[in-house]
């Protein structure tokens, strides 16, 4: 079962930006609650995607300079990079179905 895996300020640039397959970041704080409502939407596309996205996590306390240079104001959000660049941005909570609609013509 593939698991969404922990990105930071540090890493981002390597993990994400110069990923050769999409990847989604959920960017998000361990006392947000609409977070922890979409944890387990963002483990089922990791695991039920893996062959067409790579997931990533960044928690926004640790790691507060790439959220603020990407212009995130508000969490949950979820951005979906190809290629080093913004594909799409949900922010807060939504369906797993909803997501996966969107997600899929960027990812397949």
Request: proline share 8%; glycine share 6%.
């Amino acid at each position: 079962m593939a698991q969404p895996f922990e990105v930071t300020d540090d890493t981002f640039e390597a993990e994400v930006l110069q990923a050769t397959k999409p990847v989604l970041v959920d960017f998000w704080a361990e006392w947000c609650g609409p977070c922890r409502m979409i944890a387990p939407v963002v483990i089922e596309i990791a695991d039920e995607y893996e062959h067409l996205v790579k997931v990533a996590k960044m928690d926004v306390d640790v790691s507060p300079n790439t959220p603020t240079q990407l212009g995130i104001r508000g969490i949950p959000t979820l951005i979906l990079f190809k290629g080093g660049v913004e594909i799409k941005r949900f922010v807060g909570f939504r369906p797993k179905e909803a997501m996966v609609e969107e997600l899929l013509p960027h990812i397949e």
